[in-house]
C-alpha cells in the first residue's frame, strides 16, 4: 500500500488543486487525519499547507495533549499551525443539540474562517470510505432522500475529501508502514455518539451476513450518486420553463404545468429550487415540499405558507407566487395633477393629452368625464366601480374574483380614481365607462410601467 496510496492520492488531488495552491486541513492528531497530512507534505503538487486543530476540550488534558502532538508536529514541518480550544459539552447543553452536531458545527466555522484568513482554495477533510459506510447507515436509519443517502462527495463545495475511496485498513497500513505515530481519541469508541454505536455494533453483525460489506455499500453510494447527477440533470432542464422570475426574490409558477409533472419530478424541481434560493444558512426540506404539494391540491382558490422567515409561498387560483425574501408591502398614493410624468419607486406613470413618443403605451379615457387631480393608489378593502352599462357599482373584490385574479398581485395593482371615483385597474381589462378605444378629442391617455409588476401580469395572463 506504501507504493499505491501516494500516487491514487495525487492523482485525486489533480482533479481539483494545482501545483503551489493554498489548502487547509483539519488535523485532529488521529490516524486519518495524520495520514493525509504527511501525504499532502509529499505531494508533488507542492501545495501551500495551513493545519487547523479544534480541541473540543472533551478528555480534559488528553485533548491538551493531542493539541500539542500537532502543534509539535507542524513546528518541526514549519507549516503554519492554527487552533482553536472550544467547550463542546457546554455548547452541546446550551444550543440543545448533540456533541456531534455542536462539534460539526464549531468545528466547520473554524475551518472556514481559517480559509477565508489564509484565503486557500479548500479545506480538506480526511473521511474515508469506512466513514463514508457509517454516515450511509446513519442517514438511512433517520430516514433520508436519495440525497441524502448519497453521503459524502469528495469535492463539496469548499470541501475536499481526497481519501473518500480509501479504506481504514488501507490507512492504517500506511501508517505502520511508514512509521507515522498518531493519537488515539477515546471518545471514538463511546457507544453514546450515534456513528460509533453504529460502527461497533451494527456494523459488526452486517459483516456477518456480508463480509464485504464495506465495497459492497460502496458501490451503492456510488450508484445513488449517478442516479442523483441524472436526476439532478434532468430537474435542470425542466426548471427554466415552469418557474418564471418576476424579480429577485419574486417567482410565479403555473400550477397546471407543475401538475402536469409525476409527483417525484414536481417535488424535486420545488426542492432544488428553494434549496439554491434559500442558502446555506437556512434548510429546506422534503416535509417543506410536502407542504406545498398540499397547499396546490387543495381545493381552496387561494391560499399561503411561510416555509421560513424568509420563503413564503401563495397559493392564486391556477398559480404559485414564492417570495424568497421576505419585505414590507410596496404602498404608493401619487396625486396627479396634471400632465406629465410620476414616478414612485419600481412605479412610472405618463399622462398625456397629446404628443404620445409610442401611442401603444396608452389606455385612453374620456377627460370630460373626469377631471385632474387623479389619484393612484393600492386596492383597499371596500372599494368600488362603475362598470359600462351598470347602474350600481360593484366591490372591485368582485371584480378580481371573476377575472380570477390571485390574492397575491391585488394590492399591487395600480387603482385610478379622479373625483373619488374609481374609473381604471392597471393589469386588468375591465369594461370602464370612461374608457375609449383609441385617441380622440378630449381624451386623456394613461401609460402605466413597472418591471416587476409587468412581469407578474404577464406570467399570470399567459
Not at 74 to 84: E, G, H, L, M, Q
Not at 123 to 140: C, G
Not at 314 to 333: C, H, M, P, R, V
Request: aromatic residues 8%.
Amino acid at each position: 500500500m506504501r507504493r499505491n496510496l501516494l500516487p491514487s492520492l495525487n492523482s485525486e488531488l489533480g482533479k481539483y488543486l494545482k501545483k503551489k495552491d493554498k489548502i487547509v486541513i483539519g488535523v485532529s492528531g488521529g490516524g486519518d487525519s495524520m495520514a493525509l497530512l504527511h501525504l499532502l507534505i509529499r505531494s508533488p503538487l507542492n501545495l501551500s499547507i495551513s493545519v487547523c486543530h479544534f480541541n473540543h476540550c472533551l478528555r480534559g488534558a488528553e485533548s491538551d495533549k493531542d493539541e500539542k502532538f500537532v502543534e509539535d508536529l507542524c513546528n518541526k514541518k514549519k507549516i503554519p499551525f492554527y487552533v482553536k480550544k472550544f467547550d463542546i459539552s457546554k455548547a452541546s447543553a446550551y444550543l440543545k443539540k448533540g456533541v456531534e452536531e455542536t462539534s460539526r458545527l464549531f468545528r466547520r466555522k473554524f475551518l472556514k474562517k481559517i480559509q477565508e484568513e489564509t484565503k486557500s482554495k479548500k479545506i480538506l477533510l480526511a473521511h474515508h470510505s469506512n466513514d463514508q459506510v457509517e454516515t450511509f447507515f446513519m442517514r438511512l436509519l433517520r430516514g433520508s432522500s436519495l440525497k441524502g443517502l448519497q453521503s459524502m462527495k469528495i469535492d463539496e463545495g469548499l470541501y475536499l475529501r481526497p481519501l473518500l475511496h480509501v479504506s481504514k485498513s488501507e490507512i492504517t497500513e500506511f501508517l505502520v508502514s511508514e512509521n507515522i505515530q498518531w493519537v488515539e481519541d477515546e471518545t471514538n469508541t463511546w457507544d453514546r455518539y450515534t456513528r460509533n454505536d453504529i460502527r461497533k455494533n451494527l456494523i459488526p453483525i452486517l459483516e456477518k451476513f456480508n463480509p464485504n460489506l464495506n465495497s459492497t455499500i460502496s458501490n451503492t453510494i456510488k450508484l445513488i450518486g449517478k442516479q442523483n447527477s441524472y436526476i439532478e440533470s434532468h430537474i435542470e432542464t425542466i426548471e427554466p420553463s415552469l418557474i418564471k422570475e418576476v424579480s429577485e426574490h419574486e417567482f410565479v409558477i403555473l400550477i397546471d404545468s407543475l401538475l402536469a409533472l409525476s409527483e417525484f419530478e414536481a417535488e424535486e424541481v420545488l426542492f432544488k429550487f428553494l434549496s439554491k434560493k434559500i442558502g446555506p444558512r437556512g434548510f429546506i426540506g422534503y416535509k417543506n415540499i410536502n407542504s406545498i404539494i398540499k397547499l396546490i391540491n387543495s381545493y381552496s382558490a387561494s391560499g399561503e405558507l411561510f416555509l421560513t422567515g424568509n420563503i413564503k409561498v401563495e397559493k392564486g387560483y391556477n398559480f404559485l407566487f414564492i417570495k424568497t425574501k421576505i419585505s414590507a408591502d410596496t404602498n404608493f398614493n401619487l396625486n396627479i395633477s396634471s400632465e406629465g410624468k410620476w414616478e414612485n419607486e419600481d412605479l412610472e406613470i405618463k399622462v398625456q393629452k397629446d404628443n404620445f413618443e409610442n401611442r401603444n403605451e396608452y389606455i385612453f379615457f374620456d377627460l370630460s368625464k373626469m377631471k385632474f387631480p387623479i389619484n393612484v393608489r393600492n386596492f383597499q378593502d371596500g372599494d368600488r366601480m362603475k362598470l359600462k352599462g351598470m347602474k350600481s357599482s360593484k366591490k372591485l373584490q368582485d371584480i378580481f374574483i371573476d377575472n380570477k385574479i390571485p390574492r397575491f398581485i391585488r394590492a399591487r395593482l395600480p387603482i385610478f380614481e379622479s373625483e373619488g371615483g374609481i374609473f381604471h385597474i392597471h393589469g386588468i381589462n375591465v369594461n370602464s365607462p370612461l374608457r375609449l378605444k383609441k385617441h380622440q378629442e378630449n381624451s386623456i391617455g394613461i401609460s402605466v410601467k413597472s418591471e416587476n409588476l409587468d412581469k407578474l401580469i404577464r406570467n399570470i395572463n399567459c
